[in-house]
């Protein structure tokens, strides 16, 4: 099997941190391959992306990988292709994804034109989802119809945001000035060079999109390169004898040069062409994606890595694998600073110690310094000052994941009291306290070994 070096074998198998098996190869890009795959605990059928992380890097393309999932994870709509985890080894990233059964909506396309009410059905999904990514600060900016999916009961499915953008890297000005895109599909501003806003320029896309679910074919076309670009400057096309006159109305509203006096997503959802059978996606609750870094620095080829065991016993701490944190040991891909902090006065630290250890310590400190332990869950310690402070008695909760073998993560959360007061509490009083038992702090780069 092609490309399957970094995965062990079981059997003819190829399994990847013994979770998932990894199968044929569904495409390919300049720097990743999407494989087929299967959870080996679910039976649920994921598409597999693996990146080079050399590669990546030669090219200088790191933070539009990291970008990538970041955005993959605010966007989590039904009309977006989940991503389910993120793992990495030294050398690959591995994106874990939905997998979309139907293949590109341009295959159909590429049949021939769609009857108003599917191509009605697919833009309806399309602006639902594009208004859900403009609505977290999200811009695609490489709309198109292979960019668009559809899975085994017809629902269409974004892909591919490895060309959006986030509000940071707006200029100054307000604007993005990056070119991108396929020609074909980008706005007239997005080529002038002068800035362009990024939700806009995705809603010109929409219409050459919708276009082209009608026509078949594209509103812009010449052989000579120049001469198409000109035609999009000036937003210059025709319509087919056999669309509707609603259908012409919305597109002229949407392919409009001057994306001052395009229309906006809003106005988009209000007209009743569009309106015709529509229904707002259900929200549904998608499990949070994780992310897990192959934390064995021992083996002697990074593709050649050891399997991580994911299943863990009752009396063994849970496995840490939220998006906050990522230890620092694996070098050259940290994510630890990608995503949004849900617990924002949280403080980490890991520790080469047992969680048994780690939980005795934790529990001869709060004794110190007087704080009372309202409850002892297996690896979770919940402790409350005995002094009110400004907002109330300080209430803090510390729990031990384990992150590999030798490898623990301890988090502290601030659970009600005053965010000063919790800040003073952890520099000032419970570092010292730790110092025998800490490798290293969130952010710091220590080299402590557990003392018996």
Known sequence: MEDHQFSPKIGNRSIIFGKYEMGRLLGQGTFAKVYYGKNLKTSECVAIKVINKDQVKKEGMMEQIKREISVMRLVRHPNVV?????????QKIFFVMEYVKGGELFAKIAKGKLKEEVARKYFQQLISAIDFCHSRGVSHRDLKPENLLLDEDGNLKISDF?????????RNDGLL?????????VAPEV???????????????????LYVLLAGFLPFQDENVMKMYRKVFKAEYEFPPWFSSDAKRLISKLLVADPERRISIQAIMRVPWFLKGFTRPIAFSIQEPTIQDDQNENHKDDDDFKQVDLVKSKSAPPFYNAFEFISSMSSGFDLS?????????????????????????????AKKLNFKILSTKEFKLKLQGVSEG?????SVTAEV???????AVVEFSKSSGDTLEYRKFCDEDVRPCLKDIVWSWQGENQNKTCQD
């Open 337 to 365: 600073n990608l995503f949004e902090n849900q617990r924002k006065s949280a403080s980490l630290f890991t520790s080469k110690c047992s969680a048994s250890m780690i939980m005795g310590k934790l529990e001869s400190i």
């Open 162 to 170: 490895g060309l959006s953008a986030l509000p940071e890297q707006l």
């Open 191 to 209: 080529l002038r060079k002068k800035g362009y806003d990024g939700a806009k320029a995705d809603i010109w896309s929409c219409g050459v999109i």
């Open 177 to 185: 000035h990056t070119q991108c895109g396929t020609p074909a599909y």
């Open 401 to 407: 994941f384990e992150v590999a073998p030798e490898v």
């Open 390 to 394: 400004r907002k109330g008695k300080l």
């Open 82 to 90: 989940e991503i389910k985890e993120v793992m990495a080894t030294k």
